[in-house]
């Protein structure tokens, strides 16, 4: 990758990133602009995959909603996400839960870490 290339991304990075891993369940705060208006909403589920690197870093949560899946990716750098909270870590041996799609109710859980 080219050095200027390089530069830019640096210059975009969030100087605090939070720590989080796949399996954690997470309420991640994403600023939404209507109109002239701006306010933030809460999104809380389970952390899917964690892909790319550097400025392209993105991070999957699926939770249920009235027995329905929903899935939404942010970028990990995007002045949108305003923060994101570790509710819960979760104990897994896979780097990425794609198996989590097909289950639902309680088989959907993942193990919490016991510290």
Do not use: C
């Not at 690197?53 to 249920?64: H, N, P, Q, S």
């Not at 570790?86 to 109710?105: M, P």
Request: cysteine-free; hydrophobic content about 35%.
């Amino acid at each position: 990758m080219s050095n200027i290339i390089r530069e830019i991304e640096a210059a975009e990075l969030k100087k605090e990133v939070p720590q989080f891993r796949v399996g954690d369940t997470v309420r991640v705060h994403n600023r939404i602009k209507e109109g002239n208006r701006e306010r933030v909403q809460m999104f809380e589920g389970t952390v899917l995959k964690i892909q790319g690197g550097g400025a392209r870093t993105t991070f999957t949560v699926r939770k249920e909603s009235s027995g329905i899946g929903v899935e939404k990716t942010w970028p990990l750098h995007s002045p949108n996400v305003e923060a994101v909270d570790v509710i819960r870590e979760g104990k897994v041996r896979r780097a990425k839960l794609n198996y989590l799609r097909q289950r639902s109710g309680k088989k959907a859980k993942v193990k919490e870490k016991i510290r």
